[in-house]
């Protein structure tokens, strides 16, 4: 299903920021789909979901997982990206609608993703020349970009390979991006040698992901020093006010890192955070 943007954003915008020194720059697509753009300007998509191809899903299991909100940008806006991201097979973080937007407009790759997320690319014809399997600790670098796979607990049987994910910038912060993950104390002991300065992370509770209260518990283990929530505006089944997170960081007394992003808008963020 098309949709219109809500917005002017696509990837030329996205190359002409003048993403800063020892820093890194996040689009938020709605959902959990990122831009990430390092400052030598490798542009990623990390799981996005841009058309309204959950609706469908949704109805048949009784959900309304309609869009509440028009994506920031096309998917045919991503060809040109220098990889192409996924934590699992999930529809709203692997959609197939966006992934064959994407490539008719050009985009070829290379994919990252998990062991099951792979077999539905190959399964969708996308050939294994253009794929490359991560798992966790397994890392993949492009220029100053650097992606290393982290471990995560998903749903339910129907895919048990999903994956976080740490993003780092050559001399520049990391950013942890949780994934569809329930908490664990093993998330905390995989990613913390790792000294995250920034958590992006999952609230939607509902569907056994970290709710607000798990995702502030994880960002005071991991001290990190700004935490954005994601995966929890996109569906009316599926909503969790970003409030919430708020109100446990401050229980967990590091309520100044609370950051939430608008759709659509370049954030900058750079290794000195305050």
Same mark, same amino acid.
């Given at each position: ?6 917005? =002017? ?32 300007? &490798? ?15 949704? @109805? ?8 509440? #909100? ?5 998917? =045919? @806006? ?18 197939? @609608? ?14 990252? =993703? ?17 794929? &490359? ?13 650097? /992606? ?17 994910? /740490? ?19 093993? /998330?905390? &002991?995989? &990613? ?53 997170? #708020? ?5 967990? @007394? ?16 750079? /290794?000195?955070?305050?």
């Amino acid at each position: 299903m098309k949709i219109d943007p809500m917005s =002017a954003l696509n990837l030329a915008a996205v190359q002409s920021h003048p993403t800063p020194a020892r820093g890194i720059t996040l689009w938020w697509l709605g959902q959990a789909g990122f831009i990430v753009k390092s400052p030598n300007g &490798v542009v990623i998509a990390l799981d996005p979901y841009l058309t309204d191809s959950c609706r469908a899903i949704g @109805e048949q299991a009784g959900f309304d997982f309609a869009r509440r #909100h028009r994506p920031p940008l096309l998917p =045919a @806006e991503l060809a040109g990206v220098d990889c192409y991201v996924m934590t699992h097979s999930h529809q709203d973080h692997f959609d197939p @609608e966006t992934v064959a937007g994407y490539r008719a407009a050009g985009g070829h790759g290379p994919y990252l =993703a998990p062991a099951e997320t792979i077999e539905k690319l190959h399964a969708a014809g996308i050939p294994a020349t253009e794929t &490359v399997m991560v798992w966790p600790n397994k890392t993949h670098t492009v220029d100053d970009l650097t /992606l290393r796979a982290t471990f995560a607990i998903p749903f339910g049987g129907d895919d048990l390979t999903h994956v976080g994910y /740490l993003v780092s910038i050559r001399g520049g912060p990391t950013v942890y991006f949780t994934g569809d993950t329930a908490y664990h104390e093993l /998330l905390g &002991v995989a &990613v913390g040698p790792h000294q995250p300065q920034v958590l992006v992370t999952v609230i939607n509770g509902a569907f056994r992901n970290l709710g607000p209260a798990e995702a502030a518990k994880l960002a005071k283990e991991l001290n990190v020093k700004l935490v954005i929530p994601c995966h929890h505006d996109l569906f009316h089944d599926n909503c969790q006010p970003t409030q919430m997170l #708020h109100t446990n960081l401050k229980m967990q @007394e590091i309520g100044d890192r609370y950051q939430p992003l608008d759709h659509g808008q370049p954030f900058d963020s750079a /290794l000195d955070l305050r």
